[in-house]
């Protein structure tokens, strides 16, 4: 008698849980998305904000209002919203009343390039990146000759400067004159040659030895050109 009372029991609580399922289907079935929230994670750059992600959505004619919680393909729309040029990576969740949520990590910029061919960026992973309409970070830029062929030692040489608090205030541009990059320092006005962008360890080392031994007696303004080309040299021509 108790195990016939058992199979009557669990069989019950199944029924009940196929009844609330139909009835979930079928209000799910009925039921329409609505947009709740869009979330942008901090970050130093502002490339991206709600009315943007906002104005991206209406452009590509992505309505909620009128799509069925059953017919909304979250996928979909993080692959949408992936494209936008200053969009890393995107997160869509809808709960089961429709409410959509929307978290938008934006793209970080680490250098411009702004060469005789283009103008854009180099992002955090060396890739290029467009130029945004409403935000302009302040960047090193790399101007000049710059092709394809020289983006990964441009970004290389950006890492190695932006984990220095003193190069990353100091260097303002690179520009690249066939073979030779020369470099403007934010203090003085000097022309500083660095060849190309091999042991650059060693040449920003020997440069800011220079900069420490002799800046403080010559004065910033004591010469045109610093020529970093040679071994283990740093020569300097007088103004």
């Known amino acids: 008698m108790r195990k016939v009372f058992l199979i009557l029991k669990w069989a019950s609580v199944l029924a009940l849980f196929i009844v609330v399922l139909s009835f979930t289907n079928s209000r799910q079935e009925q039921q329409f998305v609505s947009l709740d929230k ?8 502002n490339f991206v904000n709600e009315k943007i992600v906002m104005s991206y959505l209406d452009e590509n004619k992505v309505s909620f209002d009128s ?8 996928e979909e729309l993080e692959v949408l919203l992936e494209k936008h040029p200053s969009i890393e990576k995107v997160e869509v969740f809808a709960n089961q009343k429709g409410n959509v949520a929307i978290t938008v990590e934006q793209k970080k910029a680490v250098v411009r390039i702004k060469s005789i061919y283009d103008d854009y960026y180099l992002d955090e992973f060396g890739k ?9 970070p302040n960047l090193l830029v790399v101007t000049g000759e710059v092709r394809v062929s ?4 441009i970004f290389d040489f950006v890492s190695l400067i932006n984990k220095s608090e003193f190069w990353k205030a100091q260097i303002t541009q690179l520009h690249f004159m066939g073979n030779e990059v020369i470099m403007s320092p934010r203090v003085g006005d000097q022309k500083i040659r ?9 040449k920003l080392n020997n440069l800011y030895e220079f900069y420490k031994q002799a800046m403080p007696v010559k004065g910033w303004q004591a010469y045109s ?8 040299q740093v020569v300097c ?3």
Not at 128 to 136: A, D, E, I, P
């Open 67 to 74: 799509t069925l919680l059953s017919n909304f393909k979250a």
């Open 150 to 153: 020289n983006h990964q030692e």
């Open 194 to 202: 660095f060849g190309c962008l091999v042991d650059v360890k060693e």
């Open 225 to 232: 050109d610093i020529n970093l080309k040679f071994k283990n």
């Open 237 to 239: 021509t007088k103004k």
């Open 38 to 45: 869009i979330s942008v994670l901090v970050s130093e750059d």
């Open 128 to 136: 290029r990146m467009k130029l945004s309409s409403t935000y302009t």
